[in-house]
């Protein structure tokens, strides 16, 4: 299972990972934030190249060996390493924010449904 990933504010582009919004969070120096779940789309066609930070479209021919960062992920031919699934904004929202713990000297992520 892959790790829970969230989209801010009306950026529906890009999603994160819970500990992306740490940061933000504590330079925005909010009390808290509103997030929406990030949920995989499959055989929509599309994927998310790593290498590149761009979404492509399976079959057009701009992933493979044209690619200069082509690495099949079986090590002869495929899927590519970076290649990865599209997500889009689910019907969940979310409340984050962090505590800090006096006493253990740590912060605590709070992250409620809505």
Same mark, same amino acid.
């Given at each position: 299972?892959?790790?829970?990933?969230?989209?801010?504010?009306?950026?529906?582009?890009?999603?994160?990972?819970?500990?992306?919004?740490?940061?933000?969070?504590?330079?925005? $120096?909010?009390?808290? &934030? &509103?997030? *929406?779940?990030?949920? &995989?789309? *499959?055989?929509?066609?599309?994927?998310?190249? @790593?290498?590149?930070?761009?979404?492509?479209?399976?079959?057009?021919?701009?992933?493979? /060996?044209?690619? @200069?960062?082509? *690495?099949? !992920?079986?090590? /002869?031919?495929? $899927?590519?390493?970076?290649?990865?699934?599209?997500?889009?904004?689910?019907? !969940? /929202?979310? @409340?984050?924010?962090?505590?800090?713990?006096?006493? /253990? @000297? *740590? $912060?605590? $992520? &709070?992250?409620?449904?809505?």
């Amino acid at each position: 299972m892959s790790v829970p990933k969230y989209f801010f504010g009306g950026d529906e582009e890009y999603c994160y990972t819970i500990k992306h919004f740490d940061l933000h969070l504590v330079e925005s $120096r909010e009390d808290f &934030i &509103i997030l *929406k779940e990030a949920v &995989i789309t *499959k055989g929509n066609g599309f994927y998310f190249c @790593k290498e590149f930070g761009e979404v492509g479209e399976a079959g057009d021919g701009q992933c493979g /060996k044209i690619c @200069k960062e082509y *690495k099949p !992920r079986n090590g /002869k031919n495929g $899927r590519c390493v970076n290649s990865h699934n599209t997500y889009e904004v689910g019907d !969940r /929202k979310f @409340k984050f924010s962090i505590e800090f713990d006096m006493k /253990k @000297k *740590k $912060r605590k $992520r &709070i992250l409620e449904l809505i």
